[in-house]
């Protein structure tokens, strides 16, 4: 039986059956929404003791033991709320799914330390449990700034890893939609190493020794004089992974300023690059069940869209 974690001391007793179960192990399974990371930081802060003494996350149970948890209010995080537009597609009190905005940097960093989604979540989101022990949202995954749609978003620990282990076990669908230069052949798979490039250090690139697999499966769904739109289904999900594949292979994203080439880059029909995380699909992290999303293809992706049909 679980217990709630809450806020403040908490008693589980272990059973016979925990005989010989990892502590830390034992309190992820025990205790709803932390995680074995989160149980493991907890018993590393002196906050579980058996018999009144400091525990180890690696101490083995006898069966019968009482573990008294210490769960501490989760700790406020640097970035701050900010009013800023988010599009909902969905939302429990597990979870989040977002139609990201082009434009909008996914967390903070060097540079961009406001105006991202995750001051956005934290000034909308009432209920987060806290991720790691702070007040933020779980990312799961991320998008590139400037690429626009489906995002999904965990609301505690327990969300996240089980949506990290979905991701990992390759049980989601994502598909996207490019407008890509030149005319690609009519469908095709990207089977390649993946890793950051030796000179240029803000890009990646599948011409390395050693590297991630990266897999990408595509299909062109209309062809324009001089571009292509294709739909995009991704196996595997590196950092710039189709920006990189398609680059590579000769057909780079229009308008992408980092892998782009001088023609592609000079499109004047989109002033991002092409790209839409158009469908997420994926099993629920509490109750296993399908879930799917698709975000409406934004306007300025149409727009680029109608201004290649007008050059043909």
């Known amino acids: 039986m ?10 589980v007793e272990a059973t016979g059956s925990d005989r010989g179960s990892r502590l830390d192990q034992f309190l992820a399974a025990r205790l709803e929404g932390v995680s074995r990371s989160r149980a493991q930081a907890l018993i590393d802060d002196g906050r579980v003791t058996i018999g009144g003494k400091r525990a ?16 501490p209010a989760p700790a406020p995080v640097e970035p701050q709320p900010e009013d800023l537009p ?70 505690h620990d327990q969300a996240l890893h089980a949506l990290q282990a979905a991701f990992q076990a390759r049980e989601v669908e994502k598909i996207y939609l490019a407008l890509v230069h030149g005319q690609p052949a009519d469908r095709g798979t990207f089977r390649t190493l993946h890793g950051r490039h030796p000179r240029q250090r803000l890009k990646f690139t599948t011409r390395v020794a050693r590297g991630r697999e990266a897999v990408t499966h595509w ?8 571009a292509a739109r294709v739909q995009i289904r991704l196996e595997t999900g590196r950092t710039h992974q189709i920006r990189v594949h398609f680059a590579e292979a000769g057909h780079p994203l229009l308008s992408d300023a ?22 997420l699909a994926f099993p629920h992290p509490r109750t296993g069940r399908r ?3 698709t975000a409406p293809v934004p306007a300025d992706f149409k727009a680029a869209e109608k201004a290649l049909t007008a050059e043909e």
């Open 56 to 71: 180890r996350a690696s101490a083995r149970l006898k069966g019968g033991e009482v573990v008294l948890v210490d769960v």
């Open 291 to 293: 879930l799917s999303f």
């Open 2 to 11: 679980t217990v709630a974690a809450g806020v403040g001391p908490r008693s």
């Open 86 to 155: 988010l599009s909902v597609l969905y939302q429990d009190g597990d979870l989040l799914v977002l139609d990201k905005a082009a434009g909008m940097v996914v967390h903070p960093a060097a540079g961009h330390r406001g105006g991202t989604l995750v001051n956005a979540l934290l000034h909308h989101v009432t209920d987060l449990q806290g991720v790691g022990g702070a007040l933020r949202p779980g990312l799961v995954h991320r998008l590139d700034k400037d690429t626009s749609g489906v995002l999904v978003i965990a609301k």
């Open 258 to 279: 980092l892998y782009g080439t001088r023609a592609s880059k000079r499109s004047e029909v989109i002033s991002r690059q092409a790209l839409h995380a158009w469908k």
């Open 219 to 226: 299909e062109v769904t209309r062809r324009f004089a001089r």
